[in-house]
């Protein structure tokens, strides 16, 4: 094909407007990915490991929540500081309710098109949508994934919204998942120094939003990504994953597995944290490998937010003194967000955006 006759928007819209997401084209049974998926040559050499320098993944801290409070906290301070991820087993959700929420989202992936095509829609306000790339129509390159989104709270969607299929694992997912993000905030917060209570105060319990993500198999997986190199602009990420594997976070330059573990949640700092920590805990950059298996990867991600999206974010103040004054300007969680969604995501966080100048 000539390179000046390709007319991307064009070939976006056309798989946009079918409504049936990447599954859609591997049902069709395509040997070669679309054009607008190939990423550009940076991007793929960087898929390659470096196996003299690859980090190992045990370094990804598997933090047994049953234990001693004060080693707890310990320990997630650490990995919070030092990497920004880790994972947590004995957090209280029982395996068997981790399994029904990654058969129920697989299910629901897999549903004929045209009844998953009721609720592919765009709009990100609404409380449940069902796209595949959420940058799709300004990103340099898309991904080869389906999503989708359910807005949990403040308050879930009417029940009649969530898809009949997922919907009673949605509601008790939803449950589990704000008792274990209320512990981890509080744990986060004795990390940092500051009251155990002072994140859900601010009312980040209650932002919350599940994105359940389908990878299917990639016929050219070393063409395109599952995810893009990201760092998460919420302040708090729980995530189911099923046991294919995939994720990757960076450690220094270099790429690492984030290894599934059966029964584990893995949990990740992002970028609102990182600035409300002032710097102490570490916002993590993150990507997910397309799928070369012919089972599909399954993943859950639960984003914690503030609820009050207008008023005034940046360190907290207890953590500002004359040795180390605030390293970030204060800014809304709306103007965050709207710069967010109006950059691909390509892993160039914000968190620079608002750092204050001189102080990197």
Not at 40 to 45: D, G, K, R, V
Not at 103 to 120: D, S
């Amino acid at each position: 094909m000539n390179p000046e006759s390709y007319d991307r928007a064009v070939h976006v819209k056309q798989f946009d407007d079918t409504k049936t997401g990447v599954k859609g084209l591997v049902d069709s049974g395509i040997t070669t990915i679309p054009r607008f998926f190939i990423h550009p040559p940076e991007t793929l050499s960087a898929l390659e490991p470096n196996s003299t320098t690859r980090p190992d993944p045990q370094l990804i801290p598997t933090i047994d929540l049953s234990g001693l409070r004060p080693t707890i906290v310990e320990k997630i301070a650490r990995a919070s500081r030092e990497l920004g991820i880790f994972q947590v087993v004995n957090h209280g959700i029982e395996a068997e309710v981790l399994e029904r929420v990654i058969g129920a989202i697989k299910g629901f992936h897999e549903q004929p098109a045209e009844i998953k095509a009721r609720v592919y829609r765009r709009d990100m306000n609404r409380g449940v949508s069902f796209f595949s790339n959420i940058d799709l129509f300004h990103s340099k390159a898309a991904s080869w994934r389906d999503t989708l989104q359910v807005k949990l709270g403040p308050t879930l969607p009417e029940l009649d919204e969530i898809p009949e299929i997922c919907r009673n694992e949605v509601v008790e997912w939803n449950q589990n998942v704000t008792k274990l993000g209320e512990v981890l905030m509080e744990l986060l917060c004795e990390g940092l120094g500051v009251d155990m209570g002072r994140l859900k105060e601010m009312e980040f319990l209650r932002g919350r939003t599940m994105v359940a993500h389908y990878y299917p198999y990639c016929p050219q997986p070393d063409l395109t990504v599952g995810t893009a190199s990201h760092t998460d602009p919420r302040a708090l990420t729980i995530l189911l994953q099923d046991q294919t594997g995939g994720l990757q976070v960076k450690c220094g330059e270099e790429w690492m597995d984030v290894k599934p573990v059966p029964g584990a949640l893995v949990i990740n700092i992002g970028d609102i944290l990182q600035i409300m920590s002032n710097d102490e805990y570490k916002s993590v950059d993150h990507r997910v490998l397309a799928n070369a298996s012919r089972e599909p990867r399954i993943s859950v991600a639960v984003f914690f937010n503030s609820s009050d999206r207008d008023s005034l974010h940046g360190p907290l103040p207890e953590l500002i003194s004359p040795e180390k004054p605030a390293l970030f300007r204060q800014f809304s969680y709306t103007d965050y967000m709207r710069r967010f969604f109006t950059k691909e995501l390509d892993g160039n966080s914000l968190v620079n955006y608002y750092r204050l100048s001189g102080r990197e």
